[in-house]
């Protein structure tokens, strides 16, 4: 069975892990991983917050946060639970790329969790991001790993479906529940976009998945071979 894609807090029967914010399904939380740094009394920008579960996490831990989604229901679940959950969180619908309701140079961080993985134009919305955040502050964003997205998840051992360079989207993050495929991406693509904007990346995380701590509906065999998520952070430059 192929794994399901992976959203922060989704409503299709993943929990919602509220009180740690994690990058990808089995993976470390940001408290182990530490690519946002401080967060208490920080204004953070939560893009493509799917159900919220990264967003009540950072507000839980005191960050004011604006979180924003394309999709109307995951703006309206990710404030029920807010709700729930007993914090305040900023919510916005609409495209990532426009974020003309947040000032520039106002925002302290700003994260990702798999949030742009089906995005068309990275470009424009890391110029956004470039824009609202301030100098020397990081985004830190997750995507499906470009290896991982090579493989054929439904199978046992590794089998290449496709080559490293095929731009087309990847047909099968639509069955394993999203609603947009995911977009084939390359490392030298991403630093290449990040640098067009004015970033600056500082690291770069591929950390191994815990098979114990994956809801079985996320795990696929072929992340036992390689990174199933890439987790990159770049700071602005002013």
Not at 24 to 34: D, F, I, R, V
Not at 88 to 91: A, D, G, I, W
């Given at each position: 069975m192929a794994p399901t894609r992976f959203s922060p807090g989704a409503s299709d029967g993943m929990a919602l892990a509220s009180d740690a914010l994690q990058y990808?399904?089995?993976?470390?939380?940001?408290?182990?991983?530490?690519l946002l740094g401080h967060v208490d009394g920080r204004r953070i920008l939560d893009l493509g917050c799917g159900a919220g579960a990264g967003s009540v996490a950072l507000a839980k831990a005191g960050a004011r946060v604006i979180a924003i989604d394309e999709d109307a229901a995951n703006v309206a679940t990710t404030r029920d639970n807010a709700e729930r959950e007993g914090v305040?969180?900023?919510?916005h619908h609409g495209p990532?790329?426009?974020?003309?309701?947040?000032?520039?140079?106002?925002?302290?961080?700003?994260?990702?969790?798999?949030?742009?993985?089906?995005?068309?134009d990275l470009d424009r919305i890391f110029r956004q991001?470039?824009?609202?955040?301030r100098p020397e502050r990081p985004l830190v964003f997750s995507l499906p790993h470009p290896a991982f997205t090579l493989l054929d998840p439904d199978g046992g051992e590794p089998v290449l479906r496709r080559t490293w360079w095929d731009p087309?989207?990847?047909?099968?993050?639509v069955a394993a529940g999203g609603t947009e495929p995911d977009r084939a991406r390359t490392l030298s693509g991403l630093f290449a976009s990040l640098g067009r904007a004015n970033f600056r990346v500082d690291a770069l995380a591929e950390p191994e998945p815990d098979r114990a701590a994956c809801p079985d509906d996320s795990w696929s065999d072929a992340m036992r071979w390689v990174p199933p998520t890439l987790i990159v952070r770049a700071r602005k430059v002013a």
């Open positions: 990808g399904p089995g993976l470390p939380p940001e408290s182990e991983l530490k305040r969180v900023e919510t990532l790329p426009e974020l003309a309701f947040v000032r520039a140079d106002t925002i302290d961080a700003a994260v990702s969790v798999y949030g742009l993985a089906a995005a068309d991001v470039h824009r609202v955040l087309s989207p990847v047909a099968w993050s």
